[in-house]
């Protein structure tokens, strides 16, 4: 068992600690397929809703809070019934804008791994509104519910009423929806076309700025993020920071990145470049690869 676990897991019932703790491997990242999460139930005796909250405090272990110390861990359920993990991640020596919510965290999660529907989300703790805003940009994202402890289960538009989103400025496949933009760049780098890969799916419909980031390890591993615009702007989340949660959700830190890719289109509104490099420089020395791409016919 992954030693950020250790603690956590004894604040489980003692059923679902015995079932969950062989799934927490050093590979284990947070994600519990559907069918994994039916055999928990099974084997803790617990109803699925009951369950989710309860497996909250192995979200929160995925956390890195170092200003605010205040772990949060949330759950994503998919239109598949797969769960997808996330956490808090704050960059020290860092605008605060660099935040990365455990709700945007869990959702980004299921996003990179496919899935194009969220139905459910837990949190220990009550969403935010820069969080209900970053939610309500999502297919149905006004239907989602949202399980809290010891309160009744609503959905976002109970949260976020009279809300502002995509529909209002006429978007009409808003995040998770299948996104295949063209962009193209003449490169034989596999970081690089793995980056234009990415961005060709990433959401920017306010400002064309289709972009992501692909982060290598000194062993070879390689995690991405999109960019992921959002209505109301501000609660738009950065590839860099899907890119380092995700990166963090496999146990790894900063330290062990040896490449960083930023690759964006060239005819978008705005640039991502100055915003990205200064995150990284403030948590490793890796000196930031800027890749312009063109948009395709």
């Known amino acids: ?26 590979h284990f990242s947070g994600f519990i397929s559907q069918a994994q999460l ?14 989710l909250l309860a497996l909250l405090p192995l979200a929160a272990a995925l956390a890195n809070p170092p200003i605010s110390e205040f772990y949060v861990g949330a759950i994503a359920i998919g239109a598949t019934g797969n769960a997808y993990m996330g956490a808090n991640l704050e960059l020290n020596n860092n605008a605060l804008c660099q935040t990365v919510h455990a709700e945007q965290s869990a959702i980004s999660h299921a996003w990179l791994r496919g899935e194009q529907r969220i139905v459910d989300l837990i949190v220990n703790a009550s969403p ?43 978007i009409t496949m808003p995040l998770l929806s299948e996104q295949q933009h063209t962009l193209h760049v003449e490169s034989d780098d596999e970081l690089v076309q793995l980056a234009l890969t990415q961005a060709n799916y990433s959401y920017a419909p306010y400002s064309g700025n289709y972009s992501a980031v692909v982060m290598e390890t000194h062993n070879g591993q390689r995690f991405a ?38 690759l964006e289109s060239n005819a978008g509104k705005i640039s991502l ?6 995150a ?9 690869e800027y890749i312009q791409a063109k948009p395709g016919c």
């Open 273 to 278: 470049r100055d915003a990205t490099a200064s």
């Open 225 to 262: 993020g999109r960019y992921a615009e959002n209505a109301a702007f501000n609660p738009s989340m950065m590839p860099l920071q899907m890119a380092l949660a995700d990166l963090l959700r496999y146990n790894l830190e900063a330290k062990d990145i040896s490449r960083v890719v930023l």
């Open 280 to 288: 990284l420089a403030s948590i490793c020395d890796v000196k930031l």
């Open 128 to 170: 935010c509104g820069h969080c209900r805003q970053f939610i309500n940009e999502l297919v149905d994202g006004e239907a989602i519910r949202i399980h809290l402890p010891q309160q009744a289960t609503q959905p976002l538009s109970y949260y976020l009423p009279f809300a502002f989103g995509p529909k209002d400025l006429n």
């Open 38 to 51: 039916q055999q928990l139930a099974q084997q803790s005796q617990m109803a699925q809703d009951e369950m």
């Open 1 to 26: 068992m992954q030693a950020r676990f250790t603690h956590r897991i004894t604040q489980l019932p003692a059923p679902l600690a015995a079932a969950v703790a062989p799934l927490l491997t050093e």
